[in-house]
């Protein structure tokens, strides 16, 4: 490999201070405490350390919490998020979006204490937008699993597109790659 390709794998780990400078989210929706491993535009692994202290466990389910699946994919997409946006110079400038999420499957329960390891593997990649595949486990048991597909957005048209409400209009709503 020529020195010119750089490394196919990026230093590791990377803790949270990196992290929050790849990604834009924070606590509490920032859901990814450490990278592992990054292999450029085909993998990443990443930790998520499930506490009681999240502020899901209160509602979700008192006396037997859970962490919600929704989460548990988000956490799959914002890791793949780092591995994408570690290979956008104006990062800064850019948010990455769900367009789809396909084929979620949750297996196991992922409760407080456990450490949730997120392997995402890059399946189709653009410019501007990724598919990959999820895997969500704790231990070697599988927890969770989807399909994600994701598109990067200027930050400023979204930020203009974006209603009063929160809501992005339909005519300026990302489409799936």
Known sequence: ??????????????????????LPHRYPMLLIDRVVQIERRQRIVAIKNVSINEPFFQGHFPGFPIMPGVLIVEAMAQAGGALLLTEIEDRDDKLMVFTGIEKARFRKPVLPGDQLRLEVSVLAWRQTA???QGHAYVGEKLAAEAVITCQ??????????????GAVPPSSAPTTP
């Open 1 to 22: 490999m020529s020195e010119s390709a750089g490394p196919a794998t990026n230093p590791c780990p990377l803790e949270s201070a990196a992290i929050q400078r790849i």
């Open 130 to 132: 990724v598919r990959m």
């Open 152 to 165: 990067l957005v200027d930050r400023a048209r979204a930020q203009a597109g974006s209603r009063k409400d």
